[in-house]
RNA sequence: GGGAGCCUAGCUCAAUCGGUAGAGCACCGGCCUUUUAAGCCGUAGGUUCUGGGUUCGAGUCCCAGGGCUCUCACCA
């Protein structure tokens, strides 16, 4: 099949067409020839079929073919591009130049051509525009997806996603739907204050969360370097050097199991208000969501469907403490220790390793509280569950009146989490003493990304001002938005394993 | 990493109990100047994911491997 493609593509070359095409000023997009439609005029073509006064708009444009009927003499064609699904093209021997009937001839599916011709209305109603002149653009030498149905399996779409991309438009619409989000971000935070910055991808140690980072070598160096899993330490340093409001959207990686919810990179809003707190940051992040939400929704009112329900954006968003949210579905305070550790035993859950009474206690608490408290919150109201424990919490700072609580919310939307948001330390002993504790009793593999960056506390030395801190998974924001359940499906090029391995 | 399911023509999908691998679209040849998932006539297209096994006979059953999907686990 792609022989006979090549073929037809030689001998569009053999009558003086040019089969990949080049430079073409004055295109317009399928769907602004379309809007260019003028019946005054294309009805007074009809009446008179003068073609010295022919007013009706001629344009040039470009775009898939899409469907091909030839009718022998006159030849329709169906272009697609992102602006717009079909719009249809009369190529007739009569009118078009010869080469340009030639070339319909010899289109296949897939092909993209230029065309160009004045916009008239077919017998059965549709806007077309009638060729007078057709030039090749490229040649598609692969067989293309089924025409109707497009392309389905899965694996294919996320491996070729630019043959995904016009065999089923929806993938193009989530793309676009991706971009306009993060550029309203960027709006609404440049609005602010906030100064978009960037800091080290490689970095020497991986700090800032606690996952698996990628390992690289750098030759010039004689070194590791790690592909980062989070910019907070950089940021932070940031606020120590005098930026007051700092923002970066950028790509984080992260060394784990990937699933609906998890890509191994991906893209996170980090952002760090000095002289904030987590309520700070907090409204600043539900009116950045239900700003980003009123983009997307095609109402005023920003309600949006995501799987089985819709999520109001517009209402302030619910509160529940950590506390209240465990003892309303576990029936006792977390703060009850012999009973926390019987419900495990009792629930035969999986214990954590023995890393100290303490944090022992608080590791516990959060199993049950993932699996039993977290859990049953209602996907359709966006929820900030708030005052996480302090032992769960190393980078935050300990509430005033509760130094086992920590300024920490966490913001669940559609069953998932979506953020959290912190008021930050910058005590340098504190945070000293935290990272200490971290490190304490992780075994050989985790001391090997694990470590104490000295130069981060060197510089809370200096004096980082008291700040509010968020992080966004900008992904799944874009999954709630999309109404997409996969992660895969609001990443152009999502992370696949290798064939043939 | 565990469990379950899926993989058939370029694409979308069939194939009863283990009994000749099919259709539509795409492609190729022919006809057609208002079609629109164009239509009509004709042709061609297969390592049934890979490798073994059972059987007179395997797309179908068994074993191993690969990829994907779902799910569980891991993930401060």
Not at 62 to 68: E, I, K, N, P, S
Not at 71 to 97: H, M, P, T, Y
Not at 342 to 358: A, F, H
Request: with cysteine.
């Amino acid at each position: 099949m792609e022989a006979q493609r090549r073929a037809k593509r030689d001998e569009a070359r053999v009558i003086g067409l040019s089969p990949y095409g080049g430079r073409t000023d004055d295109l317009l997009s399928l769907a602004g020839a379309h809007a260019k439609y003028d019946e005054a005029a294309d009805n007074a073509f009809k009446e008179h079929k003068d073609p010295s006064c022919d007013e009706r708009p001629r344009l040039r444009i470009a775009g898939r073919v899409v469907l091909h009927r030839d009718n022998g003499k006159l030849i329709w064609l169906n272009l697609r591009d992102a602006s717009r699904e079909s719009f249809q093209i009369a190529v007739s021997k009569k009118d078009c130049d010869e080469q340009g009937f030639a070339l319909a001839k010899l289109t296949d599916l897939g092909d993209i051509v230029i065309a160009e011709g004045p916009l008239m209305m077919t017998r059965t109603g549709e806007v077309t525009c009638w060729a007078i002149s057709l030039q090749p653009a490229a040649k598609c030498l692969l067989p293309p997806p089924e025409k109707h149905s497009g392309l389905q399996d899965i694996e294919l779409r996320y491996r070729q996603r630019y043959i995904d991309m016009w065999s089923n438009p929806h993938t193009t619409k989530v793309l676009e739907l991706r971009s306009r989000v993060i550029s309203s971000i960027r709006t609404f935070l440049t609005e602010r204050g906030f100064l978009e910055v960037e800091t080290p991808m490689l970095q020497t140690q991986a700090g800032g969360a606690a996952a698996r980072p990628f390992i690289t070598h750098m030759n010039a160096l004689d070194i590791e370097l790690y592909m980062r899993v989070a910019p907070e330490l950089y940021l932070k340093r940031l606020l120590v050097g005098g930026l007051p409001r700092v923002f970066e959207i950028n790509r984080n990686f992260r060394n784990e199991g990937l699933d609906k919810q998890h890509n191994p990179e991906f893209t996170m809003l980090e952002l760090y208000q000095a002289f904030g707190n987590y309520e700070t940051v907090m409204a600043l992040t539900e009116d950045l969501v239900r700003h980003a939400a009123r983009d997307v929704s095609a109402k005023k009112a920003a309600t949006l469907p995501f799987r089985d329900g819709t999520i109001d954006y517009e209402r302030p968003f619910d509160r529940v403490t950590y506390a209240e949210l465990f003892e309303k579905h576990l029936g006792f305070a977390m703060t009850e220790r012999d009973k926390v550790r019987s419900e495990i035993e009792l629930r035969n859950l999986k214990m954590r390793t023995e890393v100290g009474v303490e944090l022992d206690h608080w590791f516990l608490v959060n199993t049950l509280f993932e699996e039993f408290a977290e859990s049953k919150l209602d996907p359709c109201r966006p929820t900030w569950i708030i005052d996480y424990p302090a032992a769960l919490s190393p980078l935050t700072r300990p509430r005033h009146d509760d130094a086992s609580l920590a300024e920490r919310a966490d913001l669940f939307i559609g069953g998932m989490e979506i953020g959290p948001h912190y008021t930050e330390l910058n005590d340098p002993d504190v945070q000293a003493a935290k990272f200490r504790e971290q490190l304490a009793g992780v075994d050989d593999e985790e001391t090997t990304f694990r470590t104490f960056d000295e130069d981060f506390i060197n510089a809370l030395k200096v004096g980082m001002p008291p700040a509010g801190g968020m992080g966004l998974g900008i992904d799944r924001l874009i999954m709630l938005l999309a109404n997409q359940s996969s992660i895969r499906d609001v990443i152009a090029f999502p992370m696949m394993k290798p064939l043939g391995s």
